[in-house]
């Protein structure tokens, strides 16, 4: 396996619609100052929060059980920031929708501009042919709330492509969480 660099993430982004909506360059500023940092790094993607938040919340005294999941163990949240409360913890979605090759592996690791205010952004790896949305996980690890912004950088992939093509990929299985739009609960 090889880590991919950034002349590769392009060409496969524009000629195989591998990420879309696609940026070419880091983006480091926006309209309005300055922004966590998106978009094509050297060795490496920098994907975007979209607006679509859950928050969890204890309203209900749910029990989190991955193999019965309770979703009104979130509060819905759509805003271009959104306020995790200390010790808690929130999905959202990436802005960008992946088409994953057959001979790649993505590793999706947090930014450190948000692991360095005790945010810790964990996503799966995502599979050979494996499409959606990601659903990102973020989670709270200091007594303070946090804030996370919308449309900017909050994660970094990794693209490992192999020199054998998988066996069976994702889609090969139908993985469940195939095609996911929008923040994806788990599902058993």
């Known amino acids: 396996m090889s880590i991919k660099s950034d002349r590769w993430i392009r ?3 524009i000629n195989y619609r591998m990420i879309e909506p696609f940026e070419p360059h880091q983006v480091r500023a926006g309209s309005h100052g300055k922004i966590v940092s998106h978009g094509t790094s050297s060795y490496g993607y920098d994907i975007r929060c979209a607006n679509e938040f859950k928050v969890f919340t204890n309203i209900n005294s749910a029990v989190v059980d991955p193999k019965n ?6 509060v819905n949240v759509v805003s271009d920031v959104c306020i995790i409360p200390p010790n808690s913890f929130a999905l959202a979605r990436s802005v960008e929708y992946f088409r994953i090759p057959r001979s790649v592996l993505v590793i999706c690791l947090g930014k450190s501009t948000y692991a360095r205010c005790g945010i ?3 996503v799966t790896p995502l599979e050979p042919e494996w499409e959606g949305h990601i659903t990102l996980e973020f ?3 200091t007594p303070l709330p946090a804030k996370i ?17 998988c066996e069976t990929s994702y889609k090969d ?4 969480y195939q095609g996911q739009k929008g923040v994806t609960l788990p599902i058993t």
């Open 11 to 13: 060409e496969m982004a």
């Open 69 to 74: 999941f309770a979703a009104e163990s979130f």
């Open 120 to 122: 810790i952004v964990n």
């Open 139 to 141: 989670s709270n690890t």
């Open 149 to 165: 912004y919308a449309n900017e950088g909050v994660a970094q992939l990794l693209f490992l492509e192999s020199d054998q093509v």
């Open 173 to 176: 299985r139908n993985g469940k």
